[in-house]
């Protein structure tokens, strides 16, 4: 719920008369090459008949994108995924009746109730799986952009600072290191282990020191993220992440360990990158 609930993120594009030139054309060359639902059995010009639907996919989309989405945006304030997801719904539904409408006068078929509650049914089951695989795509990307942005700002202001990590041991070695080169640190018993970049390969070093403290002596860096309770990663060095509510496996770099995202931290990373 709290995902349908957040501010939508992308730009609404303008131009409905390509959009709706675009899948018109779509439209027709499903029906016309694939020939699904029956289609292939029509004697008549196939071509024309494809065309038509297209047509009526065009004009639908066109007039809900300059009259009922446009009203819609004026008035609701924010725009956030869910009134997306029920717009984007409502378009297919239109789109949907017109083109039912147009299949009964074409093929002179009578539009009976349970007709229409088989369809709609249907349409609504279809569009709502098309609905949340657009939107889930879409928001995917965005995100993945952002973070990508993100880091790569972050990477570059960063550059020329250096952090250490102590070792609590009376003859142990403090880990000076640039904090682009921290991968992640890793919890083990009385020690942490510290992955980080050395001439370009992944290296890692014992120290003596719990996590916690490690945390504290970085919690100026906002770039130093606990995403386990034994992990603490360097995102500005995520190349990949995969996984869903449950878990996330991260991709650091070069580096061919896999970090885990336990599920309690996983709001915090989404935030994060969000």
Excluded at 61 to 69: E, K, N, P, S, T
Excluded at 229 to 258: D, E, H, K, M, W
Aim: proline share 4%; with cysteine; net charge positive.
């Amino acid at each position: 719920m709290s995902f349908l609930t957040r501010t939508y993120p992308f730009k609404q594009s303008k131009k409905w008369l390509r959009d709706g030139i675009v899948y018109g054309l779509l439209i027709w060359a499903i029906l016309w090459l694939l020939q699904p639902f029956g289609f292939s059995m029509y004697q008549g010009n196939k071509c024309l008949i494809a065309a038509l639907f297209g047509l009526i996919t065009s004009v639908c989309y066109v007039l809900y994108g300059w009259g009922m989405f446009k009203l819609l945006l004026h008035h609701i304030k924010p725009w956030r995924i869910w009134h997306q997801g029920c717009a984007v719904l409502g378009l297919i539904l239109f789109i949907a009746i017109c083109n039912l409408l147009l299949f009964s006068i074409l093929f002179h078929y009578p539009i009976t109730t349970p007709l229409i509650l088989m369809f709609l049914y249907w349409t609504i089951i279809i569009g709502i799986f098309i609905t949340v695989l657009a939107i889930g795509i879409d928001y995917n990307r965005y995100l993945r952009e952002k973070m990508e942005a993100l880091l790569s700002n972050t990477t570059e202001e960063q550059k020329d600072l250096t952090i250490t990590i102590h070792d609590s041991n009376v003859r142990g070695n403090d880990l000076c290191i640039p904090i682009n080169s921290l991968l992640y640190i890793e919890a083990q018993k009385n020690n942490v282990s510290v992955c980080y970049l050395k001439d370009e390969k992944p290296t890692c070093m014992e120290i003596h020191a719990t996590l916690s403290a490690v945390i504290d002596e970085l919690k100026d860096y906002e770039n130093i993220f606990q995403c386990h309770r034994s992990f603490v990663v360097n995102v500005n060095n995520i190349t990949a992440a995969r996984g869903n509510s449950n878990g996330y496996q991260l991709t650091l770099g070069t580096c061919p360990n896999s970090i885990p995202v336990s599920r309690s931290y996983v709001p915090r990373l989404k935030s994060f990158i969000a």
